[in-house]
Protein backbone atom coordinates (compact mmCIF):
# COMPACT_ATOMS: atom_id res chain seq x y z
CA UNK A 1 0.00 0.00 0.00
CA UNK A 2 1.57 3.70 -0.91
CA UNK A 3 1.33 5.97 2.11
CA UNK A 4 1.32 9.19 0.19
CA UNK A 5 -2.14 10.62 -1.54
CA UNK A 6 -1.91 13.32 -4.58
CA UNK A 7 -2.90 15.91 -1.30
CA UNK A 8 -0.28 14.91 0.42
CA UNK A 9 2.36 15.52 -2.29
CA UNK A 10 0.62 18.64 -3.02
CA UNK A 11 0.95 19.95 0.71
CA UNK A 12 4.53 19.06 0.69
CA UNK A 13 5.27 20.80 -2.69
CA UNK A 14 3.59 23.83 -1.13
CA UNK A 15 5.08 23.41 1.94
CA UNK A 16 8.93 23.02 -0.28
CA UNK A 17 7.76 26.47 -2.06
CA UNK A 18 7.02 28.44 0.98
CA UNK A 19 10.05 27.41 3.08
CA UNK A 20 11.96 28.58 -0.40
CA UNK A 21 10.33 31.93 -0.83
CA UNK A 22 11.00 32.52 3.09
CA UNK A 23 14.64 31.85 2.96
CA UNK A 24 14.62 34.12 -0.22
CA UNK A 25 13.10 37.03 1.32
CA UNK A 26 15.10 36.64 4.61
CA UNK A 27 18.40 36.23 2.81
CA UNK A 28 17.69 39.32 0.25
CA UNK A 29 16.53 37.43 -2.63
CA UNK A 30 18.82 36.94 -5.72
CA UNK A 31 20.53 40.19 -5.36
CA UNK A 32 24.50 39.98 -5.02
CA UNK A 33 25.52 40.55 -1.31
CA UNK A 34 22.59 39.57 0.62
CA UNK A 35 21.50 42.19 3.26
CA UNK A 36 21.89 45.80 2.56
CA UNK A 37 25.38 47.18 4.08
CA UNK A 38 25.29 51.18 5.16
CA UNK A 39 26.75 53.20 2.76
CA UNK A 40 27.84 56.80 3.94
CA UNK A 41 30.42 58.97 2.32
CA UNK A 42 31.53 62.65 1.49
CA UNK A 43 31.84 64.52 -2.62
CA UNK A 44 34.42 66.76 -2.93
CA UNK A 45 34.67 68.96 -5.88
CA UNK A 46 38.17 70.03 -6.67
CA UNK A 47 38.91 69.67 -2.63
CA UNK A 48 35.72 71.52 -1.86
CA UNK A 49 32.22 69.86 -0.05
CA UNK A 50 29.93 69.37 -2.80
CA UNK A 51 26.64 70.92 -1.34
CA UNK A 52 23.80 69.51 -3.50
CA UNK A 53 23.43 66.88 -5.41
CA UNK A 54 22.49 63.22 -6.44
CA UNK A 55 25.00 60.02 -6.47
CA UNK A 56 23.66 57.01 -8.20
CA UNK A 57 25.44 53.28 -7.32
CA UNK A 58 24.58 51.02 -10.21
CA UNK A 59 25.48 47.40 -10.13
CA UNK A 60 28.96 46.90 -12.34
CA UNK A 61 28.14 43.49 -14.37
CA UNK A 62 31.34 43.20 -15.64
CA UNK A 63 33.05 43.36 -12.07
CA UNK A 64 30.50 40.25 -11.47
CA UNK A 65 27.75 42.56 -9.57
CA UNK A 66 24.58 41.17 -10.85
CA UNK A 67 22.08 43.04 -9.12
CA UNK A 68 19.40 44.57 -10.68
CA UNK A 69 18.79 47.71 -8.42
CA UNK A 70 20.78 50.85 -7.83
CA UNK A 71 21.34 52.76 -4.74
CA UNK A 72 20.79 56.54 -4.81
CA UNK A 73 21.82 59.44 -2.29
CA UNK A 74 20.99 62.93 -2.17
CA UNK A 75 24.42 64.94 -1.25
CA UNK A 76 23.56 66.87 1.65
CA UNK A 77 25.07 70.63 2.36
CA UNK A 78 28.39 69.86 4.28
CA UNK A 79 28.41 67.20 1.31
CA UNK A 80 27.87 64.06 2.92
CA UNK A 81 25.43 61.64 1.74
CA UNK A 82 23.82 58.09 2.45
CA UNK A 83 23.03 55.76 0.02
CA UNK A 84 19.23 53.57 -0.21
CA UNK A 85 18.03 51.10 -2.19
CA UNK A 86 14.54 50.44 -2.41
CA UNK A 87 13.84 53.33 0.03
CA UNK A 88 16.01 50.76 2.59
CA UNK A 89 19.47 52.58 3.86
CA UNK A 90 22.42 50.56 2.93
CA UNK A 91 23.24 48.80 -0.47
CA UNK A 92 24.38 45.19 -1.04
CA UNK A 93 28.02 44.16 -1.25
CA UNK A 94 29.89 44.21 -4.76
CA UNK A 95 31.07 46.66 -6.69
CA UNK A 96 29.29 49.38 -8.49
CA UNK A 97 29.98 52.21 -11.31
CA UNK A 98 28.82 55.71 -9.71
CA UNK A 99 27.68 58.69 -11.08
CA UNK A 100 27.40 62.45 -9.88
CA UNK A 101 24.95 64.91 -10.74
CA UNK A 102 24.94 68.30 -9.22
CA UNK A 103 23.03 71.77 -10.88
CA UNK A 104 23.15 75.14 -9.90
CA UNK A 105 19.09 76.22 -9.98
CA UNK A 106 18.55 78.14 -12.86
CA UNK A 107 17.18 81.24 -13.03
CA UNK A 108 13.28 80.78 -13.18
CA UNK A 109 13.08 83.06 -16.43
CA UNK A 110 15.48 80.54 -18.30
CA UNK A 111 14.99 77.08 -17.10
CA UNK A 112 17.50 75.64 -19.21
CA UNK A 113 20.74 77.60 -18.02
CA UNK A 114 21.06 75.84 -14.70
CA UNK A 115 24.99 75.17 -14.85
CA UNK A 116 26.45 71.92 -13.56
CA UNK A 117 28.71 71.86 -10.83
CA UNK A 118 30.75 68.86 -11.89
CA UNK A 119 32.14 67.98 -15.06
CA UNK A 120 29.33 66.30 -17.02
CA UNK A 121 31.63 63.49 -17.45
CA UNK A 122 30.79 62.18 -13.86
CA UNK A 123 27.26 61.50 -15.05
CA UNK A 124 27.83 59.32 -17.63
CA UNK A 125 26.95 55.62 -16.58
CA UNK A 126 27.81 53.82 -19.85
CA UNK A 127 31.73 55.40 -19.63
CA UNK A 128 31.76 56.06 -15.71
CA UNK A 129 34.81 57.82 -13.98
CA UNK A 130 34.09 56.25 -10.78
CA UNK A 131 33.71 53.07 -9.50
CA UNK A 132 33.26 51.46 -5.82
CA UNK A 133 33.02 48.27 -4.43
CA UNK A 134 30.60 48.20 -1.12
CA UNK A 135 32.09 45.68 1.31
CA UNK A 136 30.89 44.51 4.78
CA UNK A 137 33.68 46.09 7.01
CA UNK A 138 34.81 49.34 5.11
CA UNK A 139 38.03 51.20 5.70
CA UNK A 140 37.44 54.89 6.40
CA UNK A 141 36.83 56.90 3.99
CA UNK A 142 35.89 53.99 1.55
CA UNK A 143 33.13 55.89 0.18
CA UNK A 144 34.08 59.53 -0.32
CA UNK A 145 33.80 60.39 -3.77
CA UNK A 146 36.10 63.38 -5.65
CA UNK A 147 35.17 65.24 -8.72
CA UNK A 148 36.22 68.12 -10.45
CA UNK A 149 34.06 71.12 -12.18
CA UNK A 150 35.84 70.49 -15.28
Not at 14 to 19: E, I, K, N
Not at 39 to 54: E, R, S
Not at 98 to 117: F, I, Q, R
Request: charged letters at 20%; glycine letters at 10%.
Amino acid sequence: MVNSSPARARRRRLASAVTLMATLVLTGGCQPGGSLRPVTGKVTVDGNPLTKGMVRFIPDKEKGNTGTTESVGEIQADGTYTLYTNSKPGAPTGWYKVTVNASEVPDSSKPMTGKSLVDPKYSNAEHPLLSVEVVSSPSPGAYDLKVSSR
